[in-house]
């Protein structure tokens, strides 16, 4: 059993930057591979960014890439999305999720775990 708790949410001016946190605890962080999803109101659920289990090999959405960065640091059992040049259509409530395996994906159905969400607000 994983649990996550993401942190680093709020409200930022289109252009502005936030880093999102995720503190996972309980079995060996580092046998998981991680992603970054997001859900606006209205909207179903979508893959942000994955990464393996030693941060090896990551992953993006077309529409972030370029802007967001996954990383990972197994030492802190943490994983984090660094979000740049935020847009608009980038508010939505961001979740991490764990997967039982060492390789990412983007599909919602493979990940086991998930944390409770965060919310990022990005104003006009």
């Known amino acids: 059993q994983v649990q996550l708790v993401e942190s680093g949410g709020g409200l930022v001016q289109a252009g502005g930057s936030l880093r999102l946190s995720c503190a996972a605890s309980?079995?060996?962080?580092?046998?998981?591979?991680m992603g970054w999803f997001r859900q606006a109101p209205g909207e179903e659920r979508e893959s942000v960014a994955s990464?393996?289990?030693?941060?090896?090999?990551?992953e993006y959405a077309d529409s972030v890439k370029g802007r967001f960065t996954i990383s990972r640091d197994n030492a802190k059992d943490t994983a984090y999305l660094q979000m740049n040049s935020l847009k608009p259509e980038d508010t939505a409530v961001y979740y991490c999720?764990?997967?039982?395996?060492?390789?990412?994906?983007?599909?919602?159905?493979?990940?086991?775990?998930w944390g409770q969400g965060t919310q990022v607000t990005v104003s006009s």
């Open positions: 999720a764990a997967r039982a395996t060492q390789w990412m994906s983007r599909r919602i159905a493979d990940y086991n775990y």
């Open positions: 990464i393996t289990w030693n941060g090896g090999v990551t």
């Open positions: 309980g079995r060996t962080f580092s046998i998981y591979a």
